[in-house]
């Protein structure tokens, strides 16, 4: 059995979205923002089971903001091919 790291956040803060980070919620709302002309856009309201981070995007800036009090789980490198696509990992 793996164990993932764990972190959590609360309401309102900021998740490091950079390479080569890749954070699995385990509980909680995460919001997916980018900036365009000054303004916020939303790209994505994520929750429970749900992967994020600068390896599955190519859009920058990006930012994560909680919107409940949030559980993350760490995805090491080495294990993202397999949660990503489970069915051609070897």
């Known amino acids: 059995m793996i164990h993932l790291?764990?972190?959590y956040y609360?309401?309102?803060d900021l998740?490091?979205?950079h390479f080569p980070i890749l954070?699995?919620?385990a509980?909680?709302?995460v919001q997916i923002v980018t900036i365009e002309n000054g303004k916020p856009i939303t790209l994505a309201?994520?929750?429970v089971g749900e992967m994020f981070g600068a390896a599955l995007s190519d859009v920058s800036p990006c930012y994560a903001s909680c919107l409940?009090?949030?559980k993350?789980?760490?995805i090491p490198c080495c294990l993202c091919r397999y949660l990503l696509f489970p069915e051609n990992s070897f």
Do not use: F, K, Q
Request: aromatic share 4%.
């Open 10 to 12: 609360r309401a309102g």
């Open 5 to 7: 790291m764990t972190c």
């Open 68 to 70: 409940t009090d949030v």
């Open 45 to 47: 309201i994520l929750g």
């Open 27 to 29: 509980r909680g709302l």
């Open 15 to 17: 998740v490091p979205v």
């Open 23 to 25: 954070w699995r919620i």
């Open 72 to 74: 993350v789980e760490v």
